[in-house]
């Protein structure tokens, strides 16, 4: 948004900026921000930044944890939600020394490096990202998780749950049947068409927003291509929008992949091409689906590692409830060509050169985007390198709904990790194709895989309700 500190100053002054947030990923996916008044901004914060404890963002050990921040100016947006007016901006984790060096666990540095190792390879020059958001809006949320009590709470005015509700007015939303329903069923139309102008307002493009599957609110928003750290950028934007438009209407947002039993669950399905010289590297209008032979290999990098990615692109134990058969969640590592059910699907609609990729449908929005996307491209790329071919490999094309295939050829497919610890497993064991070119620091995959299989353990040992009916009279 701004090239340099004076146009920076001048705009604050201009517009009376009264304070500046800067927003800090961590290493889960979560932003973190600290605020200063606008007077307190200088050319030093710029060159010196804003000194944190690295610790509390998940990265560095405590002993080794202060770092500093420096805000990158092309990332500014206003925030909308913020009483004071209020310009936000991205900053970036340095260590600490003279001159200060870029930290190496800072997922954004990871993006940005990802991009540069696609140019070193001479394949290409640009990584084209398009994510379509999944997410539901709840109008009340409740939950306890203490020694004598484990429950959750969710309420959805539009649900066919309240269909019995004393000020229900009979328009609800059956089980599974939300998708693109019109008013008056659609109660959350106007949140989701505020939320798409907040984004157009801060640089987002929308294509579209529609009430999706999930009965219970579930929602989806799609926005324009753009570059792989460009899109993490507004990935995170977006839900920071998202949440606190929702919020401040006095409803939650989730992204949560799996937060009603027996309903569709929240995908982050994401859309990829390549371009060299501004040229559509993905097209070849006499191979597959109008794909080319380096768009084949892409897709076998991606369906090769397709198990250790879901260790990063589907990091919660929440993921593993989503991804199973039956509710358009991909379980099935393989591609066709507008197939909802296989893991990688070729969009039918994308005819032009400029337009030809496909869509990873496994990925969800626990995931950090930084790490997601990244790795996704250092996937592909190892395919591109090592000419992984996926028909070869056996992964398709498969043109047909894989949920009916005759059991003998269902066996023939392999699927995705069914938990987390499975996903860590494979993540482990399979990540050269990250490490390489120094893009994912090695100590740091060897730090995610810790601090998630914590997270899967103490899941893993919480008593739940559904045991309680299985076993307490046994």
Known sequence: MFESYEILK????????????????DLDGRWRHLTIP????????????????????????????????????????????????????????????NPHKRFDQDPRAIAIAAEEYLKSTGAADEVRIGPEFEFFVFDGVKYELKPDKVSFELDSY????????????????????????????????????????????????????????????????????GGLTEMADKTMLIKHIIKNAAFRAGKSATFMPKPVFGEAGNGLH??????KDGEPVFYDAKGY???????MYFMGGIL?????????????????????????????????????SSVIRIPDYAKRPEDKR???????????????????????????????????????????????????????????PRSL???????????????????FPKHLIEIWIEKKRNAARSVNLMPHPAEFGLYYDL
């Not at 497993?425 to 893009?439: I, Q, R, W």
Request: proline share 5%; charged share 25%.
């Open 10 to 25: 001048r705009y604050c002054l201009e517009n009376e900026v009264k304070m500046i947030d800067f927003k800090m990923i």
């Open 38 to 97: 606008a007077e307190r901004f200088t050319e030093k914060t710029l060159t010196g930044g804003i000194g944190f404890d690295g610790s509390n963002y998940g990265f560095a050990p405590t002993e080794k944890s202060d770092m500093v921040f420096i805000p990158d100016l092309s990332s500014a947006f206003y925030d909308p939600f913020s009483t004071v007016k209020t310009l936000c901006m991205i900053g970036d984790i340095f260590v600490i020394g």
């Open 158 to 225: 539009q649900s066919e749950w309240n269909s019995g509700r004393e000020d229900s007015l009979g328009f609800k939303v059956p089980l599974k049947g939300g998708y693109h329903v019109d008013a008056p069923f659609d109660v959350l139309y106007n949140l989701r068409s505020e939320i798409c102008m907040l984004l157009e307002e801060r640089g987002v493009k929308v294509k579209y927003h529609h009430h999706e599957v999930g009965a219970p609110g579930q929602q989806e928003i799609e926005v324009e291509f």
């Open 270 to 275: 994401v859309h990829i091409h390549l371009f």
């Open 289 to 295: 689906s109008g794909l080319s032979k380096t768009a």
């Open 304 to 340: 090769r590692h397709a198990a250790s990615l879901s260790g990063i692109m589907n990091p919660a134990t929440n993921s593993y409830k989503r991804l199973v058969p039956g509710y358009e969640a991909p379980v099935n590592i393989c591609f066709g060509t507008a197939n909802r």
């Open 358 to 416: 496909f869509e990873y449908r496994a990925g969800d929005g626990t995931a950090n985007p930084y790490l997601a996307y990244a790795a996704m491209l250092m996937a592909g790329i190892d395919g591109i390198k090592n000419k992984i071919d996926p028909v070869k490999e056996g992964f398709g094309p498969y043109d047909v709904n894989l949920y009916k295939l005759p059991e003998e050829e269902k066996k023939k497919i392999k699927s995705l």
């Open 421 to 439: 610890d499975e996903a860590l497993d494979a993540l482990e064991a399979d990540n050269d194709y990250l490490t390489a070119g120094g893009v």
